[in-house]
Each structure stands twice: as C-alpha cells, then as structure tokens.
C-alpha cells in the first residue's frame, strides 16, 4: 500500500467502533465551525454518549433523531466549546469535503462492535 502506514491487527483491535442510534441532535452555535450536539446510545453496556460532529451540510438535528450510526467509544472525551464530547462518530467525505455518516444499511442492535 502506497502512502498507507500498516497497523497490526492488536492496533485495529484496540480501536472501539460500536453502533449507536441517536436519540437526541440539537445545533451548536457555540462550535467554530458549524456543528450539531449528538447524543447516542450504544446499549446498556455503554449508555448514552455525547458528540460534537460538524455534519450541518447534509443533516439537520430533527432527521437524525432514530439514526444508526458508527463511532469510536474508546478515545478520550474532548471538550469542544461548552460541550463535552465522549465519542467520534464516524464519516466519509463527499465531493466537496462534507461529512456523510456511516452507518449499518440495515438495523442492527446498538452497542454492537465493528469487526
């Protein structure tokens, strides 16, 4: 692979990437950059997490209430503005840079692990 470190597969294992659905988006006109306040449930083994993503472009905070998505839930929480965020959901970029969420193409149960 060209351009692309190799990790081992004990690196790929310690990376945390469950499924969630979201329960709650409000707007974050506090963040430097637009944003929508994610909460997201990953299950009982989990809870409920909060998110900071910068996805105004192709989402507004009522359509993604009920939404499956991917996120990291072993990082650290990181303080953005007044709000702290405890996971990184995760995305792709489009043709012009803005975040499209990823997630299952059919329903799965939350707080299941990537594999």
């Known amino acids: 692979m060209t351009g692309t470190a190799q990790i081992s ?3 790929f294992a310690a990376v945390d990437i ?6 709650r988006a409000e707007p974050f006109p506090e963040a430097r950059r637009p944003a929508i306040k994610l909460w997201v449930d990953f299950g009982p083994e989990i809870g409920t997490r909060k998110s900071s993503a910068q996805i105004t ?9 009920g939404r499956q998505v991917l996120a990291v839930v072993n990082f650290p929480p990181r303080q953005i503005g007044p709000f702290m965020s405890e996971v990184l959901v995760l995305g792709l970029p489009d ?5 499209v969420l990823i997630g299952p193409d059919q329903e799965v149960p939350v707080g299941g692990r990537m594999y």
């Open 57 to 65: 472009r192709h989402y507004t905070p009522e359509a993604l209430i």
């Open 18 to 23: 469950r499924v969630g659905r979201i329960t």
């Open 95 to 99: 043709d012009a840079g803005e975040v």
């Open 9 to 11: 597969w004990d690196d």
